[in-house]
């Protein structure tokens, strides 16, 4: 079965960094697409990052030039590195993989930038 597994969430000050990771199973990988999405307390769930499986990248605007998506084909593993990190950006970050016409969810994990 699909198996998407994020680690890398945290604690971390404003300014501070963080890198997540989403290992995934069970997929195609080279050929899906693979997104990286938040939901804050009260708010709806937004995409913040996404890359396509010929490598292209489109992002949220309020992350752009801080947050960078990539992915390892050999370790079926997609990354969002986080820099420049805000207060707004806390929330639950989820991994997404699209493939074969359907979508599959990891379970999550938090993001929590406070001082």
């Known amino acids: 079965q699909v198996q998407l597994v994020e680690s890398g969430g945290g604690l971390v000050q404003p300014g501070g960094s963080l890198r997540l990771s989403c290992a995934a199973s069970?997929?195609?990988?080279?050929?899906?697409?693979m997104g990286w999405y938040r939901q804050a307390p009260g708010k709806e769930r937004e995409l913040v990052a996404r890359i396509f499986s010929g490598s292209t990248t489109n992002y949220l605007n309020s992350v752009k030039g801080r947050f960078t998506i990539s992915r390892d084909g050999a370790k079926n593993t997609v990354y969002l590195q986080m820099n420049s990190l805000k207060p707004e950006d806390t929330a639950v970050y989820y991994c997404k993989a699209q493939s074969v016409g359907k979508d599959y969810w990891g379970q999550g994990t938090q993001v929590t930038v406070s001082s």
């Open positions: 069970g997929i195609i990988f080279s050929s899906s697409s």
